[in-house]
C-alpha cells in the first residue's frame, strides 16, 4: 500500500509541475506580445505624412529557401548610411533576418508617381553578379511595416537577335507599390516589378519606384490573412486525412484493447486445471529478469528524461500556437520553443533522476549532467557544422557570435539549474520503486526464436504505423518551407494521435518480445517507438529529390542538417512515450500474477 501511495504522491506531482510549466508559458505568452502586434516595436499606427520605412532583407534561389544572402550583396542602390533594424529579437536572429533600412522613402497616405532611387553603372563584377542571380532565379524579401514583400529580381527572355536559343538576362528597375489603408493603420501591401533592362557590363540603369495608396474597409487584425493559404492547408483533403486518421486510430486502439485484454485475462488466470497444474508459459516464465535494469543506465535514464521534457514542450509550444498567431511575428516559433525548453529542463531532471533512482543508479550527478546535454549537444553540434557553412558562403543563416552567447547562457543560467533542481526532487520523490519486484542474480538464458522475433525486428517494424498516423500531416508541414502554416490545431490533434499509436504498437510489441521469454525489453520498447524518427528522415530524403527542385551543397547540407535535428528530438520524444506506456503495461501484467 505505501508503494501505490507513493506513485499516487509521484504522480499528481508529476501533473502539478507539467501544470505549473504550462501555465507560466501561457501567462508568458500573453503578457510578452509574442502574437500581439499592439506594442511590438511600435504601435503600427501613422499621421498623414508619417514616413512608414521599408525594410530590405534577403536575397537568394526561389528553389533553395535555406540558401540566403544580405541584399546588398547584389549591387542596388544602397544608402549612404546603413541603419539596421533595433527591433530584431531572438528567434530572429536564428532565422538570419537583416533588415536593413533601404533608400525608398514612403509616407503614409502620400502617392508617389515615379520617383528616382539612383542610377546603377554595371562593372564587369556587377554585371556577373545580376547575371548569376536571375540566371538563378533569385528573390527579395522587404518588410513594410512589418508586412513581408517577396519580388524577382529579373528574368532571362530569349534574344531575337542572336537567335531563338540564347537567353539574355533582364533586371527589373521599377518598383511599383500599391498599399491599402484602413483609418491610421497599413493593411496590405503589394509589389509589381516592371521595366526589364538587360544587363550588360557599362550598361546604365536608373531604378525607380511609385507608390498608389488605396483606402480599404479590412480590419487591421485579419491583414495577415491573404499570405495564408487557406485553400491548401484547409482543402478538403486535409480535413479528409485527418478524419479518416483519427477514425483508424480509434478503431486500431480498441482492436488493440479487446486483444490484450482477453488474452491478458487468459494467460493470467492462474486457477489450476484439472491435473492440478499452473500454466506458467511465456512472459509469466520471466517475473525474476523482466524489472531488471537495462544497460547503459544513466544514458537509458537521460534519453528517457528528455524525452519527457520533449513531450511537453511540444504540447506547450503548440498550446501557445493555437492561443496566438505565430506566423505573423518574425522569429516567434524559435522564441516560443528556446523559452519553453528552457522552462521545461525541470521534467526532464526529474524524469530521468527518479527513473536512474528507482533502479539502483548511484552516479546521479553524471546522468544529471547527460540529462541537461544529451540533445543540446545533438543541436549545437549541428548548428556549428552549418553555422561554419554559412560563413564560408557568407550567408545570412550565419548565427553572430552575440546571439550564440545568448543561447548558451539561457542553457547554462535557467536551463542546466532547472535540470539539477529537477534530478535532485525526481531522485528523492520519485526515486523509491512503487513495486519491489525481486531480481534474479543469474540473468535467465533467452531461449531460441525465429528471425522475426527478434529485437531488431520489432526495433524496425515498431515505427511504421506511427509513421502512417503522420505521415500526411509530414507533407503540409514541409510545404512550410514556401508557405506560411498556421493549422497548429490539426497539427496539435495528429500530435495527440502519435502518441496514443505509438503507446499502442509498443505495448503490444513488447507483449510478443515478453512472450518469447525475452526479458530486454526497455531498450527495446524505447528504440521502436523512436524509429519512427528514421521513418521521417526517409521521407524527408524522398520529399527533397522528388517533391522539390532544391539543389547544391549548401541547400542540401541545411536541409538534412534541420531534419536531422527535429528527428533527433522526435525520436527522443517517440522513444519515451512508448517507453512511458510500456512501464506502466509491464507493471501491470505482472501485478496480475503471484510473485515467485
Known sequence: MKGEEGEGRDNRLILVVVFLVIFFSVAGFLYFPFGNTEGWAHSHTYNLGDEVVLWVNKVGPFQNPQETYPFYSLPFCQPTTIIESTHEGLGEALQGYELIKSNIEIHFRVSEKSKKICTVKLSDDDAKKFTRAITNHYWYQLFFDDLPIWGMVGESYRDKEQGSDSVKPFIYSHKKFSISWNA?????????????????????????????????????????????????????????????????????????????????KRDAKLDRDDDGATDDSGWKQIPGDVFRSPSYLSFFSALVGTGHQLTVLVFSVLLLAILGTYYSERGTVVTAFII?????????????????????????????????????????????????????????????????????????????????????????????????????????????????????????????????????????????????????????????????????????????????????????????????????????????????????????????????????????????????????????????????
Open 340 to 596: 519553453c525548453y528552457s522552462l521545461t529542463s525541470f521534467i526532464a531532471g526529474y524524469g530521468g533522476g527518479g527513473y536512474y533512482a528507482r533502479n539502483g543508479g548511484t552516479k546521479w550527478i553524471k546522468t544529471m549532467i547527460l540529462t541537461a546535454t544529451i540533445f543540446p549537444s545533438i543541436c549545437f553540434s549541428i548548428a556549428f557544422l552549418l553555422n561554419f557553412i554559412a560563413l564560408s558562403y557568407k550567408s545570412l543563416n550565419y548565427i553572430p557570435f552575440s546571439t550564440m552567447v545568448v543561447v548558451l547562457a539561457i542553457w547554462i543560467f535557467i536551463a542546466c539549474p532547472l535540470t539539477l533542481i529537477g534530478t535532485v526532487v525526481g531522485k528523492n520523490w520519485n526515486g523509491r520503486s512503487a513495486q519491489q519486484k525481486r531480481v534474479r542474480q543469474v540473468p535467465r538464458p533467452i531461449p531460441d526464436k525465429p528471425w522475426y522475433s527478434h529485437r531488431i525486428v520489432h526495433i524496425l517494424l515498431g515505427g511504421v504505423l506511427p509513421f502512417g498516423s503522420i505521415f500526411i500531416e509530414m507533407y503540409f508541414i514541409f510545404t512550410s518551407f514556401y508557405k506560411y502554416y498556421y493549422v497548429y490545431g490539426f497539427m496539435l490533434l495528429v500530435y495527440v494521435i502519435l502518441i496514443i499509436v505509438t503507446v499502442c504498437v509498443t505495448i503490444v510489441s513488447t507483449y510478443f518480445l515478453l512472450n518469447g521469454e525475452d526479458y530486454r525489453w526497455q531498450w527495446t520498447s524505447f528504440l521502436s517507438a523512436a524509429s519512427t524518427a528514421g521513418y521521417v528522415y526517409l521521407y524527408a530524403v524522398y520529399y527533397y529529390f522528388v517533391k522539390t527542385k532544391m539543389s547544391g551543397f549548401f541547400q542540401t547540407i541545411f536541409y538534412f542538417g534541420y531534419m536531422a535535428m527535429f528527428c533527433s528530438g522526435l525520436a527522443l520524444l517517440c522513444g519515451a512515450v512508448g517507453f512511458i506506456g510500456t512501464s506502466i503495461f509491464v507493471h501491470e501484467i505482472y501485478s496480475m500474477i503471484k510473485s515467485t
Open 184 to 264: 491610421d493603420r497599413v493593411i496590405e501591401v503589394n509589389l509589381t516589378s516592371e521595366a526589364p533592362v538587360a544587363v550588360a557590363p557599362g550598361a546604365s540603369i536608373d531604378f525607380t519606384y511609385s507608390v498608389n495608396w488605396v483606402e480599404t474597409d479590412t480590419r487591421f487584425d485579419d491583414r495577415f490573412n491573404k499570405y495564408l493559404d487557406k485553400s491548401f492547408f484547409q482543402h478538403q483533403i486535409h480535413w479528409f486525412s485527418i478524419f479518416n486518421s483519427s477514425m483508424m486510430v480509434i478503431f486500431l486502439v480498441c482492436v488493440v484493447l479487446m486483444i490484450l485484454m482477453r488474452t491478458l
